[in-house]
């Protein structure tokens, strides 16, 4: 990110406004986002995004009727794959393919600790924590009774001395998924700030930045969640795109081999 004082963005915390094409056709694109990026512009925050790296690229087509809508949105230090439609046909197909829950989906974590199943189903509803318990942190969810229904399965790939390396496969969509629970299973990411085990950690994060004290902590300045793989209907068959796991996480594995 440039420091120009001309920049026609504030000075986030941390930002790193870099992605790659892997996959494009005329009405489709999917790129790999880096970590940490926001997918898509909020109205508190003047900061590069996502969005607009993707409108910059699709000028061309942005100029001659085209359109740029995300299918899928990623958290903020959630590295992976987004999935774009450049027409509002495919906007709409692609649209329609989620609600009916067609758009398959793998993440791959690295969480604290060594879980003691290969396999795991975890289908605790998910609300916000505010709803039901005191917490300073607005969008902190939580398993409850009273949420919405959702299912994650997990299996382990690889596992070190304290950590594992944890296939990822949310059959529903909802708000920090994946982080809340693999925490309810004892399991946090590594690096989660709001579900690792101490929320001071994200307060000290947005008051502060990255700190030797938070590095000391956390051991990564993001979550150690990555989209690796998606498979959507496009043209009459099924597409399927893939990321592999990015160097940062792959590190926090000491060297054990990936898959």
Not at 231 to 237: C, Y
């Amino acid at each position: 990110m440039s420091d120009r004082t001309d920049s026609p963005f504030d000075m986030p915390i941390a930002v790193t406004p870099e992605f790659r094409v892997l996959y494009e056709d005329a009405t489709v694109l999917a790129v790999e986002k880096a970590a940490p990026l926001l997918t898509h512009p909020t109205g508190a925050k003047n900061e590069p995004t996502l969005w607009h790296g993707v409108r910059e690229l699709l000028a061309y087509e942005l100029a001659t009727g085209g359109q740029v809508s995300f299918i899928n949105r990623l958290d903020r230090e959630t590295s992976g794959i987004a999935l774009v439609a450049k027409t509002a046909e495919a906007a709409a197909e692609l649209g329609k393919a989620m609600m009916a829950r067609k758009l398959h989906k793998e993440y791959l974590a690295v969480v604290q600790g060594a879980p003691a199943w290969e396999r795991a189903c975890c289908a605790e509803p998910i609300l916000r924590m505010e709803d039901v318990a005191p917490t300073r942190i607005h969008v902190r969810q939580c398993c409850h009774p009273n949420g919405k229904p959702c299912r994650t399965e997990f299996e382990v790939l690889r596992r070190t001395a304290t950590r594992a390396l944890v296939r990822c496969i949310p059959h529903t969509g909802r708000m920090h998924q994946i982080r809340v629970h693999l925490a309810h299973l004892g399991h946090p990411i590594v690096g989660d700030k709001i579900y690792g085990g101490d929320e001071s950690c994200y307060l000290e994060f947005m008051e502060s930045g990255w700190t030797p004290q938070l590095a000391a902590r956390l051991q990564i300045p993001r979550h150690a969640l990555h989209a690796c793989k998606l498979a959507f209907p496009h043209n009459g068959a099924t597409l399927e795109v893939e990321s592999p796991l990015p160097a940062d996480l792959a590190a926090l594995l000491d060297g054990s081999p990936l898959p």
